[in-house]
């Protein structure tokens, strides 16, 4: 019911800067989406989530103050903003939508992209 297409990732430099973008086709109405990424050997963890109309968003607490998760609906497409890069920023990053009320749990997204990667290089 719902396509996500993420782009976005590269290499970066320590300190640098990347957006990822996640279109999303389909049913993509009252959607609430989110942001997860996952490091080699380690599970894939909550980054940032934004809810419908954009008035509720959460962060990880090791992201905070540095990403920055936008949307626009109008296009479908929810944006996440990386801004001093980290090598510990290092992983896949993926997409997700669900139809419930945002959040921050893995479990409650029904929807994934296919990931895009992001290597920090210190």
């Known amino acids: 019911q719902v396509q996500l297409v993420e782009s976005g990732g590269g290499l970066v430099q320590a300190g640098g800067s990347l957006r990822l973008s996640c279109a999303a086709s389909?049913?993509?109405?009252?959607?609430?989406m989110g942001w997860f990424r996952q490091a080699p050997g380690k599970e894939r963890e909550f980054v940032a989530a934004?809810?419908?109309?954009?008035?509720?968003?959460y962060y990880v607490d090791s992201v905070k103050g540095r990403f920055t998760i936008f949307r626009d609906n109008a296009k479908n497409t929810v944006y996440l903003q990386m801004n001093s890069l980290k090598p510990e920023d290092t992983a896949v990053y993926y997409c997700?939508?669900?139809?419930?009320?945002?959040?921050?749990?893995?479990?409650?997204?029904?929807?994934w992209g296919q990931g895009t990667q992001v290597t920090v290089s210190s």
């Open positions: 389909g049913r993509t109405f009252n959607i609430a």
């Open positions: 934004i809810s419908w109309s954009g008035s509720r968003i």
């Open positions: 997700a939508a669900t139809f419930r009320v945002v959040t921050t749990r893995r479990s409650e997204y029904d929807y």
